[in-house]
Protein backbone atom coordinates (compact mmCIF):
# COMPACT_ATOMS: atom_id res chain seq x y z
CA UNK A 1 0.00 0.00 0.00
CA UNK A 2 1.00 3.50 -0.92
CA UNK A 3 -0.08 6.74 1.30
CA UNK A 4 0.47 9.60 -0.91
CA UNK A 5 -0.58 13.39 1.23
CA UNK A 6 -1.02 16.54 -1.58
CA UNK A 7 0.02 20.03 -0.04
CA UNK A 8 0.30 23.76 -2.17
CA UNK A 9 -2.96 24.09 -2.72
CA UNK A 10 -4.42 27.54 -2.03
CA UNK A 11 -6.85 30.36 -3.28
CA UNK A 12 -4.75 32.37 -6.45
CA UNK A 13 -6.06 34.95 -8.84
CA UNK A 14 -6.69 34.29 -12.05
CA UNK A 15 -3.51 34.67 -13.74
CA UNK A 16 -1.30 33.21 -10.72
CA UNK A 17 0.15 30.26 -10.47
CA UNK A 18 0.39 27.43 -7.75
CA UNK A 19 2.50 24.54 -7.48
CA UNK A 20 1.57 21.56 -5.73
CA UNK A 21 3.18 18.23 -4.32
CA UNK A 22 2.38 14.84 -3.37
CA UNK A 23 4.91 12.73 -0.78
CA UNK A 24 4.73 8.96 -1.28
CA UNK A 25 5.10 6.85 1.74
CA UNK A 26 4.79 3.12 1.75
CA UNK A 27 5.80 0.35 -0.76
CA UNK A 28 6.83 3.20 -3.49
CA UNK A 29 8.78 1.13 -5.41
CA UNK A 30 5.03 0.26 -6.95
CA UNK A 31 4.85 3.25 -8.42
CA UNK A 32 5.53 3.44 -12.12
CA UNK A 33 3.31 6.14 -12.63
CA UNK A 34 2.13 8.91 -10.65
CA UNK A 35 -0.14 11.83 -11.72
CA UNK A 36 -2.94 14.18 -11.00
CA UNK A 37 -6.71 14.15 -11.48
CA UNK A 38 -9.23 16.57 -10.17
CA UNK A 39 -12.91 17.05 -9.49
CA UNK A 40 -15.01 20.85 -9.20
CA UNK A 41 -18.14 21.18 -7.96
CA UNK A 42 -20.88 19.27 -9.65
CA UNK A 43 -18.41 17.95 -12.46
CA UNK A 44 -16.89 14.06 -12.64
CA UNK A 45 -13.21 13.60 -11.48
CA UNK A 46 -10.90 14.24 -14.40
CA UNK A 47 -7.70 13.16 -15.09
CA UNK A 48 -4.88 16.22 -15.17
CA UNK A 49 -1.01 14.84 -15.74
CA UNK A 50 0.50 11.70 -15.02
CA UNK A 51 4.65 10.88 -14.94
CA UNK A 52 6.63 7.87 -15.20
CA UNK A 53 9.36 6.92 -12.58
CA UNK A 54 11.60 8.13 -14.97
CA UNK A 55 10.47 10.96 -15.63
CA UNK A 56 11.40 9.73 -19.14
CA UNK A 57 7.10 10.41 -19.91
CA UNK A 58 4.69 12.83 -19.33
CA UNK A 59 1.07 12.74 -19.98
CA UNK A 60 -0.79 16.21 -19.61
CA UNK A 61 -4.87 17.09 -20.48
CA UNK A 62 -5.77 19.17 -23.47
CA UNK A 63 -7.31 21.90 -21.03
CA UNK A 64 -3.69 21.96 -19.43
CA UNK A 65 -1.38 21.53 -21.97
CA UNK A 66 0.99 24.64 -21.97
CA UNK A 67 -0.09 26.12 -18.28
CA UNK A 68 0.82 23.01 -16.40
CA UNK A 69 4.09 21.28 -15.79
CA UNK A 70 4.21 17.40 -13.95
CA UNK A 71 7.89 16.60 -12.83
CA UNK A 72 9.45 14.30 -9.86
CA UNK A 73 12.45 14.20 -7.53
CA UNK A 74 12.46 10.30 -6.83
CA UNK A 75 14.93 10.82 -3.98
CA UNK A 76 11.99 13.06 -1.75
CA UNK A 77 9.32 10.47 -3.39
CA UNK A 78 7.45 13.35 -4.39
CA UNK A 79 6.12 14.66 -7.78
CA UNK A 80 4.70 18.53 -8.18
CA UNK A 81 2.05 19.92 -10.73
CA UNK A 82 3.20 23.61 -11.65
CA UNK A 83 0.62 25.44 -12.32
CA UNK A 84 0.64 28.69 -14.17
CA UNK A 85 -1.70 30.70 -16.38
CA UNK A 86 -4.35 29.96 -13.48
CA UNK A 87 -8.16 30.12 -14.96
CA UNK A 88 -11.62 29.64 -12.89
CA UNK A 89 -12.11 26.75 -14.62
CA UNK A 90 -9.21 25.29 -12.87
CA UNK A 91 -10.84 25.63 -9.43
CA UNK A 92 -11.35 21.98 -8.14
CA UNK A 93 -9.74 19.29 -5.02
CA UNK A 94 -6.85 17.89 -6.67
CA UNK A 95 -6.06 14.31 -5.94
CA UNK A 96 -2.34 12.54 -6.14
CA UNK A 97 -2.46 9.28 -7.40
CA UNK A 98 -0.06 6.63 -8.05
CA UNK A 99 0.08 2.65 -9.55
CA UNK A 100 1.74 0.58 -11.52
CA UNK A 101 0.95 1.60 -15.02
CA UNK A 102 -0.85 4.83 -16.36
CA UNK A 103 -4.58 4.49 -16.10
CA UNK A 104 -3.95 2.11 -13.42
CA UNK A 105 -4.25 3.82 -10.03
CA UNK A 106 -4.79 2.12 -7.18
CA UNK A 107 -3.41 4.84 -4.58
CA UNK A 108 -5.18 8.26 -4.26
CA UNK A 109 -4.32 11.39 -1.70
CA UNK A 110 -7.16 12.97 0.18
CA UNK A 111 -6.78 15.77 -1.91
CA UNK A 112 -5.79 19.79 -1.94
CA UNK A 113 -7.98 22.42 -2.75
CA UNK A 114 -7.66 25.09 -5.47
CA UNK A 115 -9.04 27.69 -5.68
CA UNK A 116 -8.67 30.45 -8.34
CA UNK A 117 -10.76 33.11 -8.34
CA UNK A 118 -11.89 35.66 -11.18
Known amino acids: QVQLVESGGGLVQAGGSLRLSCAASGRTFSNNVMGWFRQAPGKEREFVAAITWSGSRTYLADSVKGRFTISRDNAKNTIYLQMNSLKPDDTAIYYC???????????WGPGTQVTVSS
Open 97 to 107: VAGPGYAQYNS
